[in-house]
């Protein structure tokens, strides 16, 4: 009883604690997107970027003192046994845990029978997909394009995420639809948004943007501009003609 009173009051403290580490952080940068020459014109002008501790990919995965990781160890040898199961043991590069979270990068040739082990192991049963989210680190290179997969497993109330990457110079990953149906929608809006291109999906076509847009707009080439927005009247002009905010 003991040790699950002790559970219950890490897990009351962890938010206090996290402030505090955060707060101590060096700060990285400040304003919404890092704009320092015609400044920054999203509001967010005051917000400070704060540094985090680095994460770690060394075993074990599960920090006592953080009752959110309490199940990663498990579910790492779970999938490695799996893997090591059909001989595919290589398809996980490395394994990460950062901020209450653990992230499985693996080779984007072997994403499509990864989620397929996911799924199906009794071990691990991850029967949702919430989706796939793109992050663009041009400084990457070789892997400038990330692709970013949350799972949850209704049978064992765990979630994991699961991180593969592609180059600007050839922007193709599977899709996973044929294993995860739901994940439709959401990697079109990658594909929109981002430029990642789902082999196998079975209409990849716009989802935010008109049909006839030049680009993808979360990139972060993408050029700081838009087009004016007429309300009621009025005309709002794009961001990059906008006076700074002071």
Known sequence: MSNENERDEAAENLPDQLGRERLAAPVRR??????NTTG????FGGLQVRGSAPAHSRRPFTDPGDPRTADFDRVADDLEAALTGIGRQSDVERVEVDRG????????????ELV????????????????????HFPE?????????????SITHNSEIRVC???PDADPHLPSIVSVYPTN????????DFF?????????LTRIQMPDDWHGHPQRKDYPLGGVPVEYRGATVPPPDERRSYQ
């Open 195 to 203: 430029g990642m291109v789902f082999d196998g999906h079975p209409a």
């Open 184 to 191: 439709d929608w959401h990697e079109r809006e990658a594909w």
């Open 101 to 112: 979270e653990i992230t499985f990068h693996v080779r984007r040739e072997a994403l499509l």
């Open 30 to 35: 400040t304003g919404m997107f890092g704009a």
């Open 164 to 166: 593969t990457t592609c």
């Open 116 to 135: 397929r082990v996911l799924r199906d192991d009794p071990a691990l049963r991850y029967e949702l997909c919430t989706g796939v989210v793109g992050v």
């Open 140 to 152: 990457d290179a070789g892997r400038e394009l990330h692709a970013v997969y949350h799972f949850r």
């Open 40 to 43: 920054d014109t999203s509001g």
